[in-house]
């Protein structure tokens, strides 16, 4: 299954004010969503371009972290990881989260990717 398909669409959705996160978040739900930062099919698509699209000088995990974290109608990102490094790493990737208009841009890169 492409990236994009796992990644892209249900962000965009979100963004474009519809599909099941905001669906579920309009009928009172807490939305989740889970994004390993040092593993899964999200780091093949973290082209050098795509990292320093979404913020220069992350690591791949952490840069798909960030973008996951940054969907409008995702309440909780789950993650998991395996040493202090990582913690921190993620905890630098989602302490800003990405704008509406840069994360629209990471997702029309993914899709078009």
């Keep these: 299954m492409?990236?994009?398909l796992i990644m892209d669409a249900p962000i965009t959705q979100a963004l474009n004010g519809g599909g099941?996160?905001?669906?579920?978040q309009d009928a009172g739900m807490i939305t989740f969503g889970s994004a390993p930062l040092h593993g899964?099919?999200?780091l093949d698509a973290m082209?050098?371009?795509?990292?320093?699209?979404?913020?220069?000088?992350?690591s791949p995990g952490?840069?798909?972290?960030?973008?996951?974290?940054?969907?409008?109608a995702l309440d909780v990102v789950l993650t998991s990881v395996s040493s202090l490094d990582h913690w921190n790493d993620?905890?630098?990737a989602l302490a800003a989260p990405?704008?509406?208009?840069?994360?629209?841009r990471v997702?029309?890169?993914l899709a078009t990717g």
């Design 98 to 104: 990405l704008t509406r208009e840069q994360l629209r």
């Design 62 to 72: 952490a840069a798909g972290l960030l973008t996951a974290g940054s969907c409008p």
């Design 90 to 92: 993620a905890a630098k």
């Design 20 to 24: 099941p996160l905001v669906e579920a």
């Design 107 to 109: 997702t029309d890169e």
């Design 40 to 42: 899964g099919e999200l």
């Design 47 to 58: 082209t050098p371009e795509l990292m320093d699209l979404i913020r220069p000088g992350l």
């Design 2 to 4: 492409p990236v994009s």
